[in-house]
C-alpha cells in the first residue's frame, strides 16, 4: 500500500482578535419598536452607576463572511471522526455517527425545547427518555437509569453519591473508601474523590488486570464500593470479576462497574450478570452520539432495583396513558446537573439502538471485537511496537489493546510522543498514549471500533509499519515530526510556566509585551536558547 | 428469527464474506473464540430484549420524527419561560459552526490534528475573559450550578477557609447542584433575601461574615432576575474578613452591565447558553469560571485549560493543556475534583456568538432586552390584582409576578394560557413559597412588542 500523500488544512489563521475591523458587525440585533421604547422611558433608571459597564468588552468587529470564513477554516484544521481513521483514540470510542441522528436533534421539536415546559407539552422527548431508560436497563440489567449527568465523569460521581446516600440510610456512614484500579479510566478515584472519599487503588497482577486476592487485601469496614472499567485500559476482560464483586460485597461494599466503553461486550455479557449494584454508560462513546468536540455527552447511569431510591430527581414516569416528571423522590441525592442532562445525545442514541436492534447490537460487539483483533494482528508485523502484558496473558483482547513501544525507544530513542506527533502527518489524528501513569512503557492505546474497514485497519498499521521504518533508518525525521500538519512541533514549555503562559488572548498580549494586531515575531514565549 | 439485514450500514466489516476474510486473518473459526476470558455464565443468553430494528434511515426517521411531532416548541409557541435555560435568538452562523461535522467528531485531538478545535476553544475564553476583564477562562464546566460550586470549592481551597456565604435567591436546582458538590468540602451559609427588593440583606451578611468565610457567592443577575444592586458593598464586606467574592452572571447582560472585577469580584463565573446555543430541553446549558491570571488561582481549577504558544516555526501559534498535572486525569483518587467530557461546542458556539456580536452589538441587545422586559412587567402590572414586578429591585431579563391577589394560582393561569397557545412564566411557588403565587417571566430580544401586548391581553382575559 502506498500512503497517501497528505497535508492537513493549514491556513495560518489568525487569532480572531488580530483580524477586527472596527465598525464592522455580523450580526444586527432587532430593533426595538419606538412606541415600546417611548412607554419604557429610562431602560437603566434604578441600576446604580457601579453596575453598568464603564468599558466596553475588547470584543474583535467583524462582518458575518468573515466570521463564518474564520471557524470554517477552523473546522478544516480539526481532524474529526468524520474525515480521519479516528482509531487512535484508545479508551474513547470512537465510532461513525449517523448524520440521521444529527438531522433529528436539530429538529425545533429537539432544540427549542424549554426544560419547564409542561409536561403535557413534551409527552414526545418524555417517551423517549422513557424508552431509552428501559433499553439501557436491558442492555445492563439493571433496574433503573438516569440521564441527568451531563458526561461519563459525572455519571460516575452520581454514581458515587449514591452509594454514599446508601450508606447513611442504612446507618454505616463510617464507610468513607472507595477502592478502584489503576487501569480503571482516573474518573473512578476522582469522582469518589471529589464525593469526599478516600480512594484505594489496587494495582494489576502480572495478567494485566487487578486479582482477587489484592481486592481482598484492600477491602474493609471502612468500603463503601468499588468502582471499576472492564475490561480496563488493556482490553484485557476480567475473568475473576464476579469473584472481584463478591469480595466487595462480602465487605459491605457496592459495586460501579464504569462501563463508559461497554462498546465489545454490548448483548455480550450485563452488568447485572456480575453482580454489579450500579454501572454507567457514556452515550457518546459506546452509543455513538458524536463527541462534540468534547461536548454534548451523557452520562447514563444504572442502578439495581434497591438504589433506584437515591437517583437524582427529576426520574421519568409512564402512568399508563402519559409520561411525567417525578420529582416527588424524597430520598434521591439531589440535582446533579440542572434540568434533565442531555436529551438531544439521548434522542441520538435511541435512534442508533433502534436503528440496529439485539442483532445489530451484538454485531456492534462483534465487529468491534474483531476489528481489533485484526489490528493487534496487522500491527504484530511492526518492528518495535508490542502488546503489553502479551508474555504473562494469551487471553484475546476485546475491544482495545494498550500496546508499548518501550522496544523501539530503547533501539532507536523514538518514543510514543514522537511517534503520536509523527502520525498527524500521515493524516490520523495523533493516537492516546495512556491515562496516567504510564505504567506500560512508551504506551499506544488503539480503540478499532465496529466504525472502520479492513481497508481503514489496514492503512492504520501501514502508517505505525511506516513510521517505524522510519525510527530504524532515520530516526530524525520522526523527532522533528509533524512536518505535514496545521503546524509544526510546539514547544510546550509556556504550558507550565507562570510567567509564559497563556489563557487568553489578553494574557498573552500582556505576556509577550506585543500589540493587538501585531503578527508575533521573536515575541517573549519564545523559548530561550538552550531550551529544546 | 434472524432480523438481521445482509449488512449494517454504519459497521463496514459485517459483509460476511469480509468477516470471513478476517477471521482467517487473525486465525479464529468464529468471532465467539474472541470472547474466551468471558466465563460462560456471565454471558448473555441468546438476543436481548429489544425493539425490533427500523433498517432503513427512512422508516427510523419517520418513526422518531413521530414521536418528536408530539412535542410543543417555543419556535412555535411564544414561550416566557426562563429560570436557569432561555430563548434568546441564535444566529444561523452559530449554527452552521457548531454542526460541522469535523467540530461534531473530535474529540479529544492534541495540538496538531486538533489544531482550529483548540485555536476556537482559546477564542472563546479569549472573548469570556475581555466579557468579565479577567485574563484566566476555564473551558466549559457542566452548567451554571457546577461552575459556581467549582468557583466555590476553589476559593475554599486558596483561602484555606471552611465555610462560605451563598444567596437563598440562587433557585432550588443551582442550589441543590451547589450544595450537593460543596458536601464534603464546605460548609454553605444562606443569606436571605429581602422580600421586597429581591436584594442580599445586608445585615444578615455582616453576621454571617467571618474568618472562617472562604468566599461570598452571590449572582448578577440572579436567579429571580434582580441586578444586585448592593455589589460593590458585598464585595468590600468580603474582602474586608479576607474572603474571596464570587459572582454569577448571564454573560449576555455584559454588553450593558459591568463587569464584575470592577466592582470587587475575583471569581466570576456563570452561564453560557445565552449566547448562541439553543435550549435544547436543558442540554444547551454550559458553565464557565474565569479568575485572575495568577498560579494560586489557576493550579486550583479541575478543568480543561487550554494556552497559546509557540511552535518550531516562527509565527506560527500551536494550543496545548495548561498545568495538565493539575486534572484529576493525573489526580485520579487524589483530586479534589473530578473533571471529563462536558460542553465544549456551546464554547465554541460562545465564541462565534461574541464574535459576530461585537461589542457594539452586545450592548444593543443587552439594552433591548432591558427594555422589552421592563414593558412586559410594566404592562403585566397593569391587569387588576397582578403585582409586577413583584420585587422592587431593578431587574435583567427576568422578573418576578405575584398573581396573589387574582385568587388563582399559577398553574391555573399557566394552563389556561397555554391553552390560549402561550406559555407562561415559570411557577415559583413551590421552591418559593413565602413569594406565594408568583412567577418568573423572562422576556428577551426575541420578544416583541405585539408578543407581549399578546401576553397581556390572553392573561387580562384568563383573569377576568
Not at chain 1, 458526561?151 to 472507595?178: C, F, K, L, P, T
Not at chain 2, 466489516?13 to 465467539?32: C, F, Q, T
Not at chain 2, 474466551?36 to 427510523?60: F, K, M, Q, T, W
Not at chain 2, 457542566?142 to 444567596?167: F, H, K, L, N
Request: proline share 6%.
Amino acid at each position: 500500500m502506498t500512503l497517501r500523500p497528505f497535508h492537513q488544512a493549514s491556513w495560518n489563521e489568525p487569532i480572531i482578535f488580530e483580524m477586527t475591523s472596527p465598525g464592522e458587525r455580523g450580526l444586527l440585533v432587532p430593533e426595538v419598536e419606538e412606541s415600546l421604547r417611548c412607554a419604557v422611558g429610562d431602560a437603566l433608571e434604578g441600576i446604580p452607576g457601579s453596575l453598568l459597564r464603564s468599558r466596553s468588552p475588547a470584543l474583535p468587529e467583524l462582518s458575518q463572511p468573515q466570521v463564518l470564513r474564520h471557524y470554517l477554516r477552523l473546522s478544516q484544521e480539526t481532524l474529526g471522526t468524520d474525515v480521519n481513521i479516528h482509531l487512535g483514540l484508545g479508551t474513547c470510542t470512537m465510532k461513525y455517527s449517523p448524520k440521521v441522528n444529527e438531522e433529528l436533534i436539530r429538529s425545533p421539536n429537539v432544540a427549542d425545547l424549554h426544560p419547564s415546559q409542561d409536561d403535557e407539552t413534551v409527552q414526545g422527548i418524555l417517551e423517549i427518555l422513557h424508552g431509552f431508560e428501559r433499553m439501557l436497563c436491558e442492555i445492563s440489567g439493571m433496574s433503573r437509569f438516569t440521564l441527568q449527568p451531563g458526561g461519563g465523569s459525572q455519571g460516575v460521581y452520581v454514581n458515587a453519591r449514591m452509594m454514599r446516600a446508601y450508606h447513611q440510610a442504612r446507618g454505616e456512614g463510617e464507610r468513607d473508601e472507595i477502592v478502584t484500579t489503576i487501569f480503571s479510566h482516573p474518573c473512578d478515584g476522582a469522582a469518589p474523590a471529589t464525593a469526599g472519599y478516600k480512594v484505594v487503588t489496587v494495582y494489576a497482577g502480572d495478567k494485566g488486570y487487578p486479582e482477587p486476592d489484592a481486592i481482598k487485601a484492600a477491602v474493609s469496614e471502612r468500603t463503601a464500593g468499588l468502582m471499576i472499567t472492564n475490561p480496563e485500559d488493556t482490553g484485557l476482560f476480567n475473568p475473576h470479576i464476579e469473584e472481584i464483586v463478591e469480595i466487595v460485597h462480602e465487605a459491605g461494599g457496592l459495586c460501579h462497574y464504569d462501563q463508559a466503553n461497554a462498546n465489545g461486550i454490548l448483548g455480550i455479557t450485563r452488568a447485572s450478570d456480575a453482580g454489579f449494584d450500579l454501572c454507567q454508560f457514556n452515550l457518546h462513546k459506546t452509543f455513538s452520539s458524536p463527541h462534540c468536540s468534547m461536548g454534548m455527552p451523557c452520562g447514563a447511569s444504572g442502578v439495581t432495583d434497591e438504589l433506584a431510591r437515591f437517583l437524582p430527581a427529576p426520574t421519568v414516569e409512564f402512568d399508563g396513558s402519559r409520561y411525567f416528571l417525578d420529582y416527588d423522590r424524597p430520598e434521591s441525592v439531589g440535582k446533579i446537573r440542572s434540568f434533565h442532562g442531555v436529551p438531544a445525545t439521548v434522542v441520538r442514541s435511541f435512534a442508533w439502538i433502534l436503528s440496529l436492534g439485539a442483532e445489530g447490537l451484538r454485531e456492534v460487539a462483534e465487529v468491534a471485537v474483531l476489528n481489533n483483533n485484526y489490528l493487534a494482528k496487522r500491527l504484530s508485523e511492526v518492528r518495535g511496537l508490542e502488546v503489553s502484558f502479551a508474555d504473562s496473558n494469551h487471553d484475546h483482547r476485546l475491544e482495545q489493546i494498550r500496546y508499548t513501544l518501550e522496544k523501539l525507544q530503547e533501539e532507536t530513542g523514538v518514543g510514543t510522543l514522537d511517534v503520536a506527533r509523527r502520525t498527524a502527518d500521515f493524516g490520523v489524528a495523533s493516537y492516546f498514549p495512556s491515562h496516567e501513569p504510564w505504567l506500560v512503557p512508551e504506551p499506544v492505546t488503539l480503540e478499532p471500533s465496529e466504525s472502520y474497514s479492513r481497508a481503514d485497519l489496514d492503512e492504520y498499521a501501514e502508517i505505525m509499519a511506516e513510521i517505524s521504518r522510519e525510527a530504524y533508518e532515520e530516526p530524525e525525521t520522526v523527532l522533528g515530526a509533524p512536518y505535514r500538519s496545521t503546524v509544526h512541533q510546539m514547544d510546550a514549555s509556556p504550558h507550565d510556566d507562570p510567567e509564559r503562559w497563556a489563557l487568553t488572548w489578553r494574557a498573552y498580549l500582556r505576556k509577550s509585551g506585543r500589540q493587538s494586531g501585531e503578527r508575533p515575531s521573536d515575541s517573549a514565549l519564545r523559548p530561550s536558547a538552550g531550551r529544546s | 428469527m434472524s432480523e438481521a439485514p445482509p449488512a449494517y450500514p454504519y459497521i463496514p466489516n459485517s459483509a460476511p464474506r469480509i468477516k470471513r476474510e478476517m477471521l482467517d486473518a487473525i486465525g479464529v473459526s468464529d468471532v465467539e473464540e474472541l470472547y474466551g476470558a468471558i466465563p460462560e455464565r456471565l454471558r448473555v443468553p441468546g438476543l436481548l430484549d429489544l425493539p425490533a430494528p427500523l433498517l432503513s434511515e427512512y422508516e427510523l426517521r419517520r418513526r422518531v420524527e413521530g414521536t418528536l411531532a408530539q412535542n410543543e416548541n417555543c419556535a412555535e409557541t411564544l414561550s416566557f419561560l426562563g429560570g436557569g435555560c432561555w430563548q434568546h435568538y441564535v444566529p444561523a452562523v452559530c449554527d452552521e459552526i457548531v454542526n460541522r461535522g469535523e467540530f461534531v467528531s473530535a474529540y479529544y485531538g492534541d495540538t496538531y490534528g486538533d489544531h482550529g478545535k483548540l485555536q476556537a476553544l482559546f477564542e472563546y475564553a479569549s472573548m469570556m475573559g475581555e466579557l468579565v476583564e479577567l485574563d484566566a477562562v476555564s473551558l466549559p464546566t457542566y452548567d451554571w450550578g457546577s461552575a459556581a460550586a467549582t468557583s466555590i470549592c476553589m476559593a475554599a481551597r486558596i483561602t484555606e477557609r471552611p465555610t462560605a456565604i451563598v444567596p437563598a435567591s440562587m433557585g432550588a436546582e443551582r442550589r441543590s447542584i451547589v450544595e450537593g458538590y460543596c458536601e464534603a468540602w464546605v460548609e454553605l451559609v444562606t443569606i436571605p433575601f429581602d422580600q421586597a427588593s429581591g436584594l442580599l440583606d445586608l445585615a444578615g451578611l455582616r453576621n454571617a461574615l467571618s474568618e472562617e468565610v472562604a468566599c461570598v457567592y452571590f449572582e448578577v443577575p440572579g436567579f429571580l432576575g434582580t441586578i444586585e444592586t448592593q455589589a460593590d458593598e458585598i464585595a468590600r464586606l468580603a474582602h474586608e474578613v479576607g474572603a474571596l467574592c464570587a459572582v454569577g452572571v448571564d454573560p449576555i447582560s455584559l454588553g450593558v452591565l459591568e463587569a464584575p472585577t470592577r466592582y470587587g469580584a475575583d471569581l466570576v463565573c456563570g452561564e453560557l447558553q445565552s449566547l448562541g446555543v439553543h435550549m435544547h430541553y436543558g442540554g444547551g446549558l454550559a458553565g464557565f469560571v474565569a479568575s485572575p491570571d495568577e498560579e494560586r488561582f489557576v493550579s486550583e481549577y479541575p478543568t480543561f485549560m487550554i494556552g497559546v504558544g509557540p511552535t518550531a516555526v516562527e509565527g506560527e501559534y500551536a494550543f496545548g493543556e495548561v498545568v495538565w498535572e493539575r486534572t484529576s486525569y493525573v489526580q485520579r483518587g487524589d483530586s479534589k475534583e473530578y473533571t471529563g467530557t462536558t460542553q465544549n461546542l456551546w464554547a465554541i458556539a460562545a465564541g462565534a456568538y461574541l464574535a459576530l456580536l461585537g461589542p457594539e452589538g452586545l450592548a444593543e441587545l443587552g439594552h433591548g432586552i432591558l427594555e422589552r422586559a421592563r414593558y412586559a412587567a410594566r404592562r403585566l402590572g397593569e391587569i387588576p390584582g397582578v403585582r409586577s414586578p413583584a420585587l422592587s429591585a431593578p431587574f435583567f431579563k427576568e422578573f418576578v409576578v405575584d398573581f396573589g391577589e387574582t385568587g388563582r394560582t399559577v398553574a391555573e393561569i399557566n394552563n389556561a394560557l397555554r391553552e390560549r397557545g402561550i406559555f407562561g412564566g415559570l411557577d415559583l411557588s413551590e421552591q418559593y413559597a413565602a413569594l406565594g403565587q408568583s412567577a418568573l417571566f423572562c422576556v428577551t430580544e426575541v420578544h416583541s412588542q405585539g408578543d407581549i401586548d399578546r401576553l397581556a391581553d390572553e392573561l387580562t382575559e384568563v383573569l377576568q
